[in-house]
């Protein structure tokens, strides 16, 4: 997104909206899960129950969650529900995030590949709270 368009959407409250959804759909270990799985590819409601250890409630309730931030779409497939990740919307929900809040240092726009390396104090910090 170039510096420009970064600029316009910042301050704007529909794209700070859109961008809280994702992210606070992304932020419950038990989503993770599932968008961790789906990221292997599509699959049905009783094979997410089955990696991930949850009740069928449970994983009806987070897919909910998921669907209405536009994560997850669903396809009825006889008597299975086919659930498939949008991947694009989670690059989407991090660039409306970094929009909406005027970010437009480009390292913050950088693919998983180069920013990955980087996260490490991040996870140190996890790790460090957990020991507390």
Known sequence: MASADAARLAGD?????????????????????????????????????????????????????????????????????LCTLRTETIAEGHALMLSALGVTNPAAWVAPTVALPAAQPLIDAVRAGDAS
Request: no cysteine.
């Open 13 to 81: 409250a529909d794209v700070l909206e859109a961008a809280r959804r994702v992210h606070r759909a992304l932020g419950d270990t038990n989503r993770l899960e599932v968008v961790r799985r789906l990221a292997i590819g599509p699959a049905t409601v009783s094979e997410l129950i089955e990696s991930t250890d949850l009740s069928q409630p449970l994983v009806s309730w987070h897919l909910r969650r998921l669907r209405d931030a536009g994560l997850v779409t669903t396809e009825k497939v006889g008597r299975e529900t």
